[in-house]
Every structure is written in structure tokens, then in C-alpha cells.
């Protein structure tokens, strides 16, 4: 079966679970409300805000060769490591190694797209490493066998009922439905990991490039931990992440915390220059970022879809997104869901294997109405359908249709025409297959330039 | 490796726009005066709303007229935590410091302060022993009055570990390291060079926290269950 075909039968399915669509309602309200609530409270003109911050992210990308660069420079000579990975498997196979030369048995994760887009934990697994995702939500879909459902809430879709069962199962857990007793099971379980481990691996939201620093924003601490316990700390951050300044930041983790959770700032905010100085008591002997291209450079070769790299990762288009609401986020069977997700995935993982995505959407706008950094994502949807047209040779059939639409549509006449044939036609058209969940609506017996044009005569 | 960082910073140069045009150049310059909502009132009145957004944040916060108050403060917080148990330390509570010189005054201050609590700048200790400590004391490196943030760097808490390990942060700071609003602080950070030695700071807003759960706020994920602040309003 191919990916287009899976993804119909998974979405037909979501569609229908009504209590799935009870739980994501309900997350999506809380969310909605805060956010309102922290966009009006906290910015003199959200609007403003978010041009400016698309203005900062355009001047990024226009020069992003020598940001990166300048970021290499500074953070080479506090004697972190750089490593470029053109393609996942070269950012996976680098940790691999890095992880056999310093004996790994256990690595502590905290929360990390990159990390799902490069497979890291099936390649360490493999290889008999022990791998603990730390973040909350993470750590629910790790052990519940699932992949994130969400790219900020992994565990959007589970209810406490749900995650008491399986820390039961998996855990030895206590049974409650508590969250804050969920929580305390979670903190108990991983609070030898993180002094344990061999490596600590993060993502990071911010690279900066004046000075040389990866900033990771986060609310449970895990991410901290995972930076000041372990040895050896790796962080997998994509090339578009950068931000040129320092100062930066002050615009930057505002704008991300109030679009991502409505807070107005993240509760921990850490930025790191390097791996621990002499001076300092503690932190890692060896830290390591990774550059991941992935598709990215090519994506950026396109000037018409550039400014897809501007987004950092809030989900605030996931949120807002009835496509992503009704379906859920597992049904893309992608890193990135929602609307950002995909943009990006067609030129990430293959055009024409994802290009059903650019259809996973009803255009409404509203993803691009809350983007925090001005991405036109429904716009940028319209041009991969373009783009994947122009290089498939579409069926028969399909193009026939296509060329009597565009017939009917450039012309009245033709429109009247066949809006004649359609009354006639309308009776027979169960023979083409009946659907329970949908039906057409029947024609009127005359359309209203009909009845206009009799009222007037 | 080489190759790949040649590949793609030539896909990069190759699809860059112009020098010339105008995204290139334009790199706005902004403060958080002209985006925040919420500077001004934290610039009139920036103890005061500290005060009340860390409360909102359920952080604790404390101000001590001297360092000898501050020191009773510390005593009082110290002594009536050891209530406080984290799963894994022992029962034996204990708070550790580093060296830092408003700690080693406010310690020196009082008795139980010299004798109870841990100095542990220059040994080093096994992460799982670091484990056990129950309460961490640290300086900072700014406060953040419109965030209600406190800002500390490896330098100013001894390390990365002292403020998130142990279940209880208690951070001390001096009304000079007061500042409006982020950009402050981040500038700070660009421009000094005693910050540019440390390999790590970290903006703390609050206690560590999680809605993880169906949307719902949990205090004391994996980091710091417990957050007080001690502002010494006289210091030395």
C-alpha cells in the first residue's frame, strides 16, 4: 500500500473516533484560551511582533552560509565540536560512533524533533544502547511504542486514564488518575537516568551565531539535566535554526513560548557556549552539535518556499488546524505534523511519496493567520500541489477531468452548458460509487442567474 | 565530513539572495520597550512587579534589608524544608553552596549556616552523590523584573547542576542585578567578557513545571519543586 493510501484509511479512521476528537478538542481549547490571553497581555501589537520577527528570520536565511559559519568559528574555540551532516543517516551514524568510542550503555534524551527526523533511538537500540526519552510526553509515547503525536505535545492524544494504565503496566506504577501523581511516577523513574547516562542528546530551539551558542527552551528541567549530568552532551539542530544575535532572544523566546503554550516565557531558557570550562565545577567534557541539513539546503534553493525555514517549531499550526484536529497527528505518519509538517516533508523525505499532505488541508488560512513568524503556509501548500503536478504525469482520467473543468470554468456559456448536462446526469450518479459519510447536495432546479433573469423580465 | 560542510554551504551560497538586496541587509534593531505590553509598568515599578510576578509563578520571594537578614531568611527556609523529601536523598538533608562572595558573607553570618551547609566548589563529586543533596544555594547573575526571571550562568551558581538537581532552589540575589526587562541581560551577556568565560547560563522563570498531562500544571517535573528567591536589598 502506498503512503497516500495508508494516510486515507488512517485519517478515515480518526475521523470517526469521537473520543479522540473529545481530547484534542479539549487540549486545543485550554490552549487557545492561554494563548489569547498572553498574545493581548504581553505585546503592544502581536502583528507587529511577528513581522518583525519575520524580518529578523529573512535577514537570517539571506545570510545564513556565513551565520552558520560564524556560529563554527566562535563555538570551535570554546572547544565544542562541530559536525556537518548533509543527510539523517550521517547525523545518526556520527553519534553512533561517537557513542561506541565512549562505551554508551545509557543515553538520556531530552525532547528533540531532530532526533525523530535523523531515527537515533531505533539506531542505538540496535546497537544494544539503552535510550530514556526525559520529557514527559516523550516519555509516554516511548513507552506506549508510539511515535509523538504532536511536535510540542507528544502526548497530546493519551488521557490520564490512559497514561495511568500504561505506567502501570510498564512502571509498576500505582494506579491513579492524578496528573501530578503521573508527573511524580515520571520524575521518580528517570531521576537516576539523568546522573547515570553516558551521554545526554537535545535538540535545540536557537542557534546563535554571534558568539557561538545552542539555546534549548523547555519547561520540566529535563533538559537541564540532560545538559549538566551526563559527560558528553550532543545537541542535533537543523541549519535554519540560527538567529544572528544574542539579543535576539529577548523577541525570539517570548514569541515562541506565547505561540507554543501561551506562557510568556518558557519556565528554563538555557544557552550554551561550550562544554564545561576549567573553572567551572561541572557539565560535560565533550559537547557536540550537529549541523542537519536533510533536505533543508535544497528546500532554500527554492526561493518561493525559502521562508518555510523561518518556522520554529511552536505548533501553533497544528492547533489551529481542523484538518489536524479531525485526524489527529499520527495519521501523517510523518516528524512534522500539521500544516508546517506538510510544507516541509514532500521536500524533506520525497515529493511524490508525500505529496498527498499538500492536500491534507482545507486552505482556510488559519495556520498561516497564527504563525509567529509570517510563514504563508497555506500558500506554500498551493505551490507544492503545483509542484507535484508539473512532475507527475498525472492519469488519463484525471487529466480529462481537469481539461472539461477548465473548459467549463474559462467560459459562461460552457458553464451553462454544463450545468444543463449535470441536472440530467445528477439521478445516475450513484453509479459511480456511494458513500454513508457523504452526500451531495441535489441541484436547484434553476441556479440564480435563472431566476435573476426571470425577475427582471 | 568535509564534504558535507562544503556540500551545504555551497546549496546555501548557491540559493542565497543578493548581497545587495534588501533582506540581506536589513537586520532590524528593536528593544522590549517598543514589543512588550508590560515594560513600562516593569520599568516604573520593577521590584514591585517582580514581586508579584514570581508570586504568579509560584516562586517564593524574600527581601532581606542586610546580609544578616538574609541570613535568617536562609536559616528559617533551610530549617523548615527538611520536611522536604525527594525520592532519592537520604534522609539526612542537607543544602550545599559554592564559593561565591555574597554566599560566603551570608553564611558567615550565622552559625548553622557555617556548619550546615555544604561548601562543594572545587571537588568533585559523583553525579548520583550530587543527587542527594535536598537543597541548592546559589547567586545569580541578573533578575528580570517584567518576567518575574531570574538568570544565573555557570559562573554565579557554581556549575550546571546546583540549581536543577536538588528539589529545592534557593537563589540569592542584590538589588543591583535588577534589570527591566531581557534585553538588558542579553546585551550584558554579549558584551562582558566575565560572562563570555562561562559555558553556560540559563533563564529560570519559576518553579519546573509540565501540562503535559491533558493540559493540566504540575509543579516539580524533573527539575526544582521549590523556587525562592532572597533579594538582599543593603549589601556590602
Redesign the interface.
Known sequence: MSEFTQFLSRAALKARDDEHRLKIAKAVATYETAVTAMKANQFVDWQAARHLAATVKNHTLANLADLLEQFEVAFTARGGKVFWAATAAEASDYIFQLAQRRQAKKVVKSKSMTTEEIHLNEKLEAAGIEVRESDLGELIVQLAGEKPYHIVTPAMHKSKAEISRLFQEKLNAPPTENAEELTMVARRHLRRDYVTADIGITGANFIIADGGAIVMTENEGNGRLTMACPPVHVAVAGIEKVIPRLNDLSLFLPLLATSGTGQEISCYNSIVWGPRRSTEDDGPEEMHVILLDNGRSKLYQRPDLRQALRCIRCGACLNVCPVFRLIGGHAYNVVYQGPIGSVITPHYNGLLQYQHLSYASSLCGACSDVCPVHIDLHHLLLENRAEAVRQTRQNLLWRLGMQIYAWTMTNRSHLHFMRSLARLGQPFLFLLGKSRRKRLPRLAAKSFAELWKESVS | ?S???E???Q???????PAS?Q??????A???A?????YEPARQQPLQWFTEKIAALKGEFYLSQNETAAAKTLRELLVSSVSLQD??SSPKQSAAR?RHPLLDRICAADEWLASNVQI???R?I???D??QFAVGITAVDFLVAR?G?IILS??TA?????S??PPFHVAIATTDQLVI???EA??T??QRKEF?????????????????????L?L?????KRLAVILVEESV
Do not use: C, W
Open positions: 565530513m564534504n558535507a560542510r556540500q551545504i554551504l546549496n546555501l551560497r548557491k540559493g542565497a539572495a538586496s533582506e540581506s541587509q536589513l537586520l532590524p528593536f528593544n522590549d517598543i514589543i512588550f505590553r508590560n525520592e532519592n559554592h562543594i566548589d572545587g568533585p559523583a553525579s548520583p550530587f543527587a518576567t526571571s555557570a559562573a557554581g556549575g550546571r547542576r546546583l536543577v538537581l526587562s531581557l534585553d542579553m546585551a551577556y554579549q563570555n568565560r562561562s559555558s553556560y547560563a540559563t533563564i529560570i522563570t519559576g518553579p519546573s513545571r509540565t501540562s503535559d498531562i491533558e493540559k493540566i504540575v516539580g517535573a524533573h527539575g526544582p
